[in-house]
T-cell receptor
Framework: KAGVTQTPRYLIKTRGQQVTLSCSPI?????VSWYQQTPGQGLQFLFEYFSETQRNKGNFPGRFSGRQFSNSRSEMNVSTLELGDSALYLC????????????FGPGTRLTVT | QQPVQSPQAVILREGEDAVINCSSSKALYSVHWYRQKHGEAPVFLMILLKGGEQKGHDKISASFNEKKQQSSLYLTASQLSYSGTYFC???????????FGQGTELSVKP
């Protein structure tokens, strides 16, 4: 089985711009979770989608949003980028949700200048 | 609600043992352990459900003390390949979200 894929792998954006990141889960997995990883804050939960519905949300501002398509692929969007949004964004897929084993993608490294 | 891991970092020689602890202030449904090597994605190690069970993965095992809301990860006879950052994740209820601790950086030297 192919693993979790994320595109793009690297992004450089300017403050105020917006960005869209994509995640394709393992075939058959219906749950996709997104995490932000920074050296100071560790792995922080953004949101989880299951069958196109957002089931859980972390403590991030409304500038962070996401969606999931019928084929389970997911996108996350960050609007009005700030310097502090620079991070590695990881998505993880699982059969039923984060309470089960999760498989992480390689991540998208976002740099905001 | 973020679990607290200790120690924050540990350096070992090959063949030595280590214990990483993960504590929660809130009742847990399950505890998850992941390892992330430098420049790579986190990789799943094991899940422990409430009930105090102990699980193993090669020479890495873990326990979950429901009374103390604490889990411990045991690495025995460590190998160079064990180096990385270990994260515990707290799962408080079915249908909930996984909250990760700050991580413990483990370095195994020859």
């Amino acid at each position: 089985k192919a693993g979790v894929t994320q595109t793009p792998r690297y992004l450089i954006k300017t403050r105020g711009q917006q960005v869209t990141l994509s995640c394709s889960p393992i075939s058959g997995h219906r749950s996709v979770s997104w995490y932000q990883q920074t050296p100071g804050q560790g792995l922080q939960f953004l949101f989880e989608y299951f069958s196109e519905t957002q089931r859980n949300k972390g403590n991030f501002p409304g500038r962070f949003s996401g969606r999931q398509f019928s084929n389970s692929r997911s996108e996350m969007n960050v609007s009005t980028l700030e310097l502090g949004d620079s991070a590695l964004y990881l998505c993880a897929s699982s059969l039923a949700g984060p309470g089960r084993e999760q498989y992480f993608g390689p991540g998208t490294r976002l740099t905001v200048t | 609600q973020q679990p607290v891991q200790s120690p924050q970092a540990v350096i070992l020689r090959e063949g030595e043992d280590a214990v990483i602890n993960c504590s929660s202030s809130k009742a847990l449904y399950s505890v998850h352990w992941y390892r992330q090597k430098h420049g790579e994605a986190p990789v799943f190690l094991m899940i422990l459900l409430k009930g105090g069970e102990q699980k193993g993965h090669d020479k890495i095992s873990a326990s979950f003390n429901e009374k103390k809301q604490q889990s411990s990860l045991y690495l025995t006879a460590s190998q160079l390949s064990y180096s990385g950052t270990y994260f515990c994740g707290s799962f408080y209820n079915q249908g909930g979200k996984l909250i990760f601790g700050q991580g413990t950086e483990l370095s195994v030297k020859p």
